[in-house]
């Protein structure tokens, strides 16, 4: 094989205009795929999906048989251009993992990492050989159903699982097989939309922008991401889709990206309902300019650029240059040399018990635990047990949003692992009828309540206005517990509901997202303690609707709490710190800090910082070692804490271990009053804790 450059120089040489356009084209199977397009070379790419949220549609277009017949047909075209299809495997294949709010929960890459190289080989054996995922859009509103695909709000983490996630996908080699060219979505800036509402406009500051929502694709960037996908957003003024300062200016000035940029959901066409194109062509026009290479769906560049071309609006130079990094990532995919998919791979990569066993474990890190008043949690000495709620018969609907290779039948039945489970001489009860529920809970010692959010009311365009549990579970809830008894509520849920009250009315509280394949094991291993759960949450959970957006590294206010006495900001009618905070969680023992000591109290280059944790309670445990900074003084003002690093320790009861972080200068950086990224000299607090509130402090100079 010729060196990457000249062959795609070679092919690009030959190719005509029309076929150029069709390299850049996307479709959907249906009406809109022709066989004689594929023929005769107008098109680049295939969509396995039927439709804009297309990964709820469980249609059979994926299969081997079907991608190996379309790439026949392209070997049929003269230039012989391999086609790529592309799915959203969002959090899994058939082997469904917890959803990625609940995986940034685990706050354990290399779990991530994993996760995508099982969906990987998965979705690969089924002819894909390009997911749209990850999703690494930083999040600070969770009525916006999408918080759900992400990592959540903090850009420290999602930087981090972003460059997990891509490593997973891609591998070192992306021409091997079983590894898919991963996709960074949805740039950028698309988890501001204004009240929560998915698709609507944003502002969000340059600076703001910089520090905050685009760490993660910067860091999938440098992790080798292939491609990126525009998101659908208007952002402050000008729809994503066309901005040239994201797509051209950052991502390949800056950074140096040489992937493809794929367009979302028609949102190239939607450039002209934005109103900052006049139609179609002139919405093509924009859109190629700006960087946006492949145009999914909505035929705008199909129908035009090969005219635009022709009458000089658009340089046949900018059509080149997105041609070229199209077959540039086809050729790191290795699809010139073998464009097929091997129909045997399916039955020996689908569903492995390797994948199954990874699947249960993220799914027990994933799950976080709230509350464990009287050390209710494990359930243990209770000879009768009442399990309720509307997913006690729950099977695909622990899949969460975007599964649509999950197969509810591969899931094991909650209420058959929690059985498996049980201590032997503990009786379960199980129903999901609320009346019934009311009258065995006399009879039993205590209750276990499976409440939460179906999953069809999170994920693309699922906003809610009222982040409390969906009608009338609060309410089951309290007359449930007036009865006495313990009561330890479990939550599927695919963002952070507003729980204030519920959580008085139960003893024990744990939170399991929506939590994949293996929820149903992972539920009873932790509940009946023969694992224990050790999940933080990757997001603030408010007090009530009306908090949001409440996140845990926002900015001082001239105002702060604590400091005014008389006038700080807060709410007539509410506590304004957070129902939990970013990086909470408990497991069933107890860790202590000590020993805080730092090798100096100036940074220069970098800094030793040191202490001591100790598990001081009766069971091993997993504890995430959390690293905070502030920064007191800056050009611009700078949040009241920053997630710096973090580690995972598993210790033994009465077990000490020192743990060691080096903060670098470059972690300091930010985006200056003057627009440059670089540090300021001042002084610093820095905290060592379990979460964005607790922790050892100490202060440094820089
Ligand atoms: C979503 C994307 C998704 C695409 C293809 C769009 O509606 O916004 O996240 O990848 O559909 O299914």
Redesign the pocket.
Known sequence: MPSSEPFIENLLAQMTLEEKVGQLNQVNPGPGLHPDMIRQGLLGSV?N?SC????QSTEELDDVANSNRLQRLAQEARLKIPLLFGR?VIHGYRTVFPIPLGQAAAFDPDMTEAAASVAAREASSEGIKWT?AP?LDIARDPRWGRIAEGNGEDPLLGARLAAAAVRGYQGSDLSQPDRIVACA??YAGYGAAEGGRDYEAGEISESTLRDVYLPPYESAVRAGVGTL?SA?IDLNGFPATANRHLLTEVLRGEWGFDGFVVS??ESVKELVYHGVAEDDAHAARLALHAGLDMD?VSNAYSSTLAASVRNGQVPVEELDLAVRRVLRVKQRAGLFENPFTDPKRRARDLLRPDARQLARKLARESMVLLKNDGDLLPLKDFRRVLVAGPFVPARGELFGAWTPNGRAEDVTPLEQSLRQTAPKDMELWFTDKNDLALHLAHEVDAIVLLMGEHPVRSG?NCNVSDLGLPPGQAEFISTISALGKPVILVIFAGRPLAISQTMAHAQAALYAWHPGIEGGAALAEVLFGLEAPSGRLPVTFPRATGQVPVYYNHKNSGRPIGLNGKFPTRYGDLLTSPLFPFGFGLTYTTFEYTDLHLDADRLRGKLGIRLKVTNTGRRPGREVVQLYTRDLVGSLTRPVRELKDFQALELLPCESRMVDFTLTEEQLAFTRLDGTRGTEPGSFHLWVGPDSQRGLQAAFRL
């Open positions: 969509l999906a804009a949220l297309a990964g959203d749209f999703m979505k949805h996908m659908f979302d959901w999914m693309e």
